[in-house]
Structures are given as structure tokens and as C-alpha cells.
């Protein structure tokens, strides 16, 4: 079965520094999407970053990067220079295949707090 | 532009009452989901439709009723809801249903009912 693992329910970082948010995937399909999405105490969903399972380098957003290990099925988000405006859930989410509709499946997120 | 415009931002109904949701996107998007977000949960996958067509119900209830009447709009029709039906409503798009793209979502729409 298809599965996201967040372990972190909530973080501290302090301004300006670096921060690793952990995602674990579960999946017997050689074809999948991972994602990573913030979402402010408004409610959007704000997409982020993506890898797909076949992509060779790790994807990088700016100051958003995924570090993707394979063997491990981790899948975590990286944070440069952390901002406050950073503070918000996030949320790691594996799309299913098409036959599913094209499914996102989540995590139950991380709280992420930036402190001055 | 990747903007998914969803209305009502609030709405607070009684049991009886019947509302409706609308959200709206113009990036030529043929894929829209509905997503239900209970407080401090992840997003539930409650409908997604391909090409204007019903392709995935999750099995929900038959009080929430979506509609797609054209390639920009979704709708969602509500009737008869119960109070657990509060939560976040998100509507979500993306190019197709095909793998790689991106679901971009709307703000929400934050129901109450009564």
C-alpha cells in the first residue's frame, strides 16, 4: 500500500539558517511523483517542489531543495536560509498512478515555526 | 499563472440548507480534484474529473455533489450536510491526469455547518 511517513509534528529553526523536514515513501510501483507543499494558517495549498521516482538529480527551487535517496524511499525538503515568512504546515504528498486519478496521497505534516 | 480561484472563502449553513462551491481555473487545465482538509489533517481526495467527466468518487456521500460544466469550473453542490462535513473544502488542478504534473490548488473554501 501506498504510504507517506512525516515523523516531525513540529519544528524550530532560527532565522537565516538551514532546515530538514523528513518524508518516508511506501510503494511497490516503479513509477511515481513525490511532492512537497506548504500551507500558511490561510489554507492554500502553495506547491513547492517535485522529483519524479526516474529523475537522476535531486530537485532544487530556489531556496527549496528535495534530497531523494532511492534506497531509502526518504524524500526530505531542505530549507536555505529559513525566512518567517517560512512558518506553515508542510506537507510531502506521493502521486498514485493514473488509474488511481492521479491521487495524492499525504503525509500528516510538519509544523515548521522560524524564529527571530 | 498558476491560479485556482475558489469561492466562497467562508460559508456557514445550517443542515438544511442547500450551497454551493465554485472553483475556477483558466491555466487549460483538464484535470480538477476536490479535496476535503479536516483541522490540523492532511487533504482527503473526495472527486476528480477528466476532461468534464466524473473519473475517481471516493466514495462520499451523496449530499456533496460536483459538477464540471465546463473545462474552468467545478462546482460542488451541497445538501442536507451533517456537522462533521466542517472542514476546508480545496479544489485542486493540473494539466491532465497523467503523470509528472503539478496539482495546483485554491485557497479553500472554510464551511461550517450548523
Known amino acids: 500500500a501506498q504510504k507517506i511517513t512525516q515523523t516531525q509534528p513540529g519544528m524550530f529553526v532560527q532565522e537565516k539558517e538551514a532546515v530538514t523536514l523528513d518524508c518516508t515513501y511506501d510503494t511497490s510501483d516503479p513509477s511515481y511523483g513525490l511532492f512537497w507543499y506548504k500551507q500558511p494558517s490561510s489554507g492554500e495549498m502553495i506547491f513547492l517542489i517535485y522529483q519524479g521516482s526516474y529523475d537522476q538529480q535531486n530537485a532544487t527551487e530556489g531556496r527549496y531543495s528535495l534530497n531523494f535517496q532511492k534506497a531509502r524511499k526518504s524524500a526530505n525538503l531542505v530549507i536555505s536560509a529559513s525566512q518567517l515568512g517560512d512558518s506553515a504546515m508542510y506537507f510531502c504528498a506521493m502521486r498514485l498512478p493514473v488509474e488511481y486519478g492521479n491521487k495524492l496521497v499525504f503525509g500528516a505534516g510538519t509544523i515548521l515555526r522560524v524564529k527571530s | 499563472d498558476t491560479e485556482v480561484t475558489q469561492t466562497p472563502k467562508h460559508l456557514v449553513m445550517g443542515m438544511t440548507n442547500k450551497k454551493s462551491l465554485k472553483c475556477e481555473q483558466h491555466?487549460?487545465?483538464?484535470?480538477m480534484y476536490w479535496y476535503k482538509q479536516k483541522a490540523k489533517k492532511p487533504p482527503e481526495l473526495m472527486f476528480v474529473y477528466s476532461y468534464e467527466k466524473l473519473s475517481i468518487n471516493e466514495s462520499v456521500p451523496s449530499r456533496f455533489s460536483p459538477e464540471c460544466p465546463n473545462s474552468s469550473l467545478l462546482n460542488l453542490h451541497l445538501h442536507a450536510l451533517q456537522p462533521e462535513d466542517s472542514a476546508l473544502y480545496l479544489c485542486?488542478?493540473?494539466?491532465?491526469?497523467?503523470?509528472?504534473?503539478?496539482?495546483?490548488f485554491g485557497a479553500g473554501t472554510r464551511l461550517s455547518v450548523l
Open positions: 491555466m487549460g487545465h483538464r484535470a
Open positions: 485542486a488542478s493540473s494539466q491532465t491526469l497523467a503523470g509528472g504534473y503539478i496539482q495546483y
